[in-house]
């Protein structure tokens, strides 16, 4: 089977270079530091209140602490991919060979990808201890696992974007991660004033106001992973976050996820577009 070779050389400095095992380790590490301190948080409340429903949101919380952890990943693997191609001065050397700048990104993008799926596999024996206490079964993990990878793909694919626009590896991380948090807090944010402005207009005319989520909402990331928990915990999650008070929120995970997917494929699209030496001559025209 023939494999991309960006990825092939990717992968092989990777697993030559102490850079990647050592923060691997240190996420692994802050996983299960934080796993550690909230399941002995709620064995405390177990103890105390004998309420043992409420170890369903250790695997609310686990789940929600690697989602935040692999979406800061993914961008910093890809923002850098194609500017320090350009800062060593190799990307001309690249575009001569006979590889398409759309093989050059797919590469760029697997190796990253790649990266983050072993994350994903090496945490996964953290959620052995949510399997123990009940109330998750298997078929939730995989579905958050596949969550994982989407997320993983779409950051990826907008650091990618921004590092063939930018010049420099440092705009295009900045860049990358100020998209990501419009579409993460700049949606939220938004809502919430939108919301608030229904509930006072509602008040006035003595009705109650049912929140319906706002097409930018669709847009947010943490909206796939929001809907998928509800699905899967149902009104446990309340406690935590407000789901359950969110109408259509059962059915929001399938819109997410293709709008991103079609951010994603924009996003590779105009990268290749970028990348292309042939668009400078054009433009030279």
């Not at 380790?25 to 409340?45: E, M, R």
């Not at 590779?268 to 001559?281: C, E, H, I, Q």
């Amino acid at each position: 089977m023939k494999i991309n070779p960006v990825w092939r050389k990717e992968l092989v400095v990777t697993m030559r270079s102490i850079k990647f095992p050592l923060t691997l380790a240190i996420s692994l590490g802050i996983i299960s530091a934080l796993v550690i301190l909230v399941f002995d948080g709620l064995l405390t409340q177990v103890k105390f209140y004998g309420n043992l429903t409420s170890l369903t949101a250790l695997y609310f919380i686990t789940t929600l602490i690697e989602f935040v952890i692999i979406g800061l990943i993914a961008p910093t693997l890809t923002a850098p991919a194609i500017c320090g191609e350009k800062e060593r001065g190799t990307l001309d050397i690249l575009l001569s060979t006979k590889m398409s700048p759309r093989s050059i990104i797919l590469g760029k993008l697997w190796a990253s990808l790649s990266k983050v799926i072993l994350l994903i596999i090496a945490s996964t024996p953290i959620f052995a201890i949510t399997l123990s206490l009940g109330g998750v079964s298997i078929s939730n993990i995989f579905e958050m696992i596949l969550l994982y990878i989407a997320t993983a793909i779409f950051c990826g694919s907008v650091g990618l974007f921004f590092s063939s626009f930018c010049k420099s590896t440092k705009g295009s991380i900045a860049s990358t991660y100020v998209f990501l948090s419009v579409l993460a807090f700049g949606t939220i944010i938004i809502t919430l004033i939108y919301y608030n402005i229904l509930v006072n207009k509602y008040a006035l005319l003595g009705k109650s106001l049912d929140p319906v989520i706002p097409v930018w909402l669709y847009f947010n990331p943490g909206l796939g992973y929001g809907s998928i928990i509800y699905n899967q915990l149902g009104a446990s999650t309340n406690s935590i976050l407000p789901f359950g008070q969110i109408v259509g929120i059962e059915k929001a995970w399938i819109v997410n996820l293709i709008l991103e997917g079609i951010m994603t494929i924009v996003m590779l699209f105009a990268a290749t577009y970028m990348l292309n030496p042939l668009r400078k001559r054009r433009i030279k025209k």
